[in-house]
């Protein structure tokens, strides 16, 4: 049984989206969206359409900072990080 890529695609795209409401490992989430909608927004404007250029763009450099920074406080990577430090004292 061949899985077709789209659906493989499909299910890290979903994959991501919850990591990133979650906070949970939201750094490799964030490498996935930023290849994506580097992908996207280049095609976009590639095709002659600078509107949905600018919004995956925008997209791009917010998965960009993502993928920088982490989510910090507000996730639950940095509760369990909190929590194991604090267990360890």
């Known amino acids: 049984m061949?899985?077709?890529l789209t659906y493989i695609?499909?299910?890290?795209?979903t994959l991501a989206a919850i990591f990133f409401l979650l906070g949970f490992v939201t750094r490799l989430a964030a490498v996935w969206?930023?290849?994506e909608f580097a992908i996207i927004g280049t095609s976009a404007l590639l095709s002659g359409n600078p509107e949905?250029?600018?919004f995956h763009s925008l997209l791009f450099s917010a998965s960009l900072v993502l993928l920088l920074n982490g989510s910090?406080?507000?996730s639950l990577d940095g509760l369990i990080a909190k929590h194991l430090k604090t267990n360890h004292n």
């Open 2 to 4: 061949v899985v077709p």
């Open 9 to 13: 695609f499909t299910v890290l795209e």
């Open 33 to 35: 969206a930023v290849i």
């Open 52 to 54: 949905t250029a600018l």
């Open 72 to 74: 910090l406080a507000l």
